[in-house]
């Protein structure tokens, strides 16, 4: 069983993105690994390269700035990465730049791509999704924020990243998955506030078509302000992967987190009592068909 992990990224030093940590965390259940590296104006190739010598390689691209709609160019990036990886590679490991995986599910990733390698019904693997919120401490549990998604896909370039990069679709169709017990670990939404506020305007080019400079005079802000924009958060009790220890130590900003504010419609907070009581998620999206283990 050979597995190549893939991913994109551009300016990851100027919007702080965790892509060590991310790619760094998986390398282990990883024999290659490619790493779509975008047009930069920061050190981002370099940072990319320094990772691990001869276990990565890197293919240069150039964001179609004229995908400004709905994220697409991000499963533009993706499919990029995912078709340079070579034929003789049976599982294909997908991490964004702000994902990171928690050392203690290694093994169970690991053995269920050996257990499902011989079953050509099971497309990708499925996994748990944590989204950390302002800082390290915090979780978002509302029903805005996605449970799950595929992240380990078959070596077919007829998969396709759908969308704005959440996840994939072969030939237009759902993917069959099985789920696996581990989680990602989110961190999109965990950096300093001027980088995040940054990052979002930057964002809003690819989703809403509206320039960096737009997107800040419509936001009036040059710092996110994270208190003002959560519906519920959670205090997080585990332990974060090893590979984040660093940046953890770094912080050097705080949140006012009032974990008793909720921020939901009626509709939505009827929902959420359902979920927490009887542990079903109605309505939920789901981008996969889950198979049977």
Known sequence: ????????????????????EAITSILPVCDHFVVAVGNSDDKTREIIEKISLGKITVTETVWDETLQKGG??????????????????????????DEV???????????????????????????????????????????????????????????????????????????NV????????????????????????????????????EARKKAGEQEFNYSGNYDMLAKFEGTHPAVMKERIQRLNWQVDVDLSKIRMKPKYRLLHFIEKTFGMRLFEYRNYRVLKN
């Open 1 to 20: 069983m050979k597995v190549c992990g893939f991913t994109f990224i551009r300016n990851a030093e100027k919007f702080d993105f965790p892509i060590v």
């Open 72 to 97: 697409e160019v991000y499963a533009a990036e993706t499919n990029k990465a995912f078709d340079a990886i070579p034929p003789d590679y049976d599982w294909c490991f997908y991490i964004q730049g």
């Open 101 to 175: 995986v928690h050392e203690k599910y290694l093994p169970a990733i690991k053995n269920a791509m050996h257990d499902n390698l011989n079953r050509k019904e099971v497309e990708g693997l499925l996994f748990r999704y944590k989204h950390f919120y302002g800082t390290y401490d915090y979780v978002a549990v509302s029903r805005k924020w996605y449970r799950n998604e595929i992240r380990v896909i078959r070596n077919d370039k007829t998969i396709r990243s759908y969308r704005d990069a959440q996840g994939f679709r072969k030939n237009g169709q759902k993917l």
């Open 178 to 213: 099985v789920s696996v017990d581990a989680e990602i670990y989110h961190y999109g939404w965990v950096r300093h506030p001027r980088f995040m506020q940054e990052k979002m305007d930057e964002v809003r080019k690819f989703y809403d078509g509206i320039s960096e400079a």
